[in-house]
Antibody
Framework: EVQLVASGGGLVQPGGSLRLSCAAS????????MSWVRQAPGKGLEWVAN????????WYVDSVKGRFTISRDNAENSLYLRMNTLKVEDTAVYYC??????????WGQGTPVTVSS | DIVMTQSPLSLPVTPGEPASISCWSS???????????LNWYVQKPGQSPQLLIH???NRASGVPDRFSGSGSGTDFTLKISRVEAEDVGVYYC?????????FGQGTRLEIK
């Protein structure tokens, strides 16, 4: 059974940092692109970043470029999102998702991030 | 960036009746390989999003056959042949053709 378990969210002050993790199981993690998608309170879905199977390529939405870093450890079947210089507008539930044929076919349960003073 | 636009944003439906959601992309999502990188998701209350339709018209595993997707390069439709109470949620289209990946605004389906 494919499982994605996100963790690491919490309350952080503006300008602070946080590292999200996503533990994958039930599939060959190293064979798939992976992504982070977020959802601000009461809002729609926003793709944040993705990373190639071997970690050699990654992409970001403009609003997080230079502040967020996506990475992965295929030996540990884990996906990460390092978030620096956090802003109030980064407040959201962050989901990790597996990418396949241009779609996100499996999603984690989400981890909430609140940026507030 | 490819802009995704959905309509309607709110959809009240009587159980047993059909429902339809439209999605338009600002650029064609039809690739030279014949694939249309348009996907549909539903987010039920309190849950993570789940994939309904990928590559424009392919139902994801376990999705009931009352759900169907269609469309060409820029115009796409999600149809539910007979709405059930469990279909309540927010439906999103998403283009997976190029980065940045983009979603539609979402359509909230509610039961009358």
């Amino acid at each position: 059974e494919v499982q994605l378990v996100a963790s690491g969210g919490g309350l952080v002050q503006p300008g602070g940092s946080l590292r999200l993790s996503c533990a994958a199981s039930g599939f060959a993690f190293s064979n798939y692109w992976m992504s982070w998608v977020r959802q601000a309170p009461g809002k729609g879905l926003e793709w944040v970043a993705n990373i190639r199977e071997d970690g050699s390529e990654n992409w970001y939405v403009d609003s997080v470029k230079g502040r967020f870093t996506i990475s992965r450890d295929n030996a540990e079947n884990s996906l990460y999102l390092r978030m620096n210089t956090l802003k109030v507008e980064d407040t959201a539930v962050y989901y990790c998702a597996r990418a396949f044929q241009g779609a996100f076919d499996y999603w984690g349960q989400g981890t909430p991030v609140t940026v507030s003073s | 960036d490819i802009v995704m636009t959905q309509s309607p944003l709110s959809l009240p439906v009587t159980p047993g009746e059909p429902a339809s959601i439209s999605c338009w992309s600002s650029q064609s999502l039809l690739q030279s390989n014949g694939y249309r990188y348009l996907n549909w998701y539903v987010q039920k209350p309190g849950q993570s999003p789940q994939l309904l339709i990928h590559l424009g018209s392919n139902r994801a595993s376990g999705v009931p056959d009352r759900f169907s997707g269609s469309g060409s390069g820029t115009d796409f439709t999600l149809k539910i042949s007979r709405v059930e109470a469990e279909d309540v949620g927010v439906y999103y289209c998403m283009q997976g053709q190029q980065n940045p990946i983009t979603f539609g605004q979402g359509t909230r389906l509610e039961i009358k």
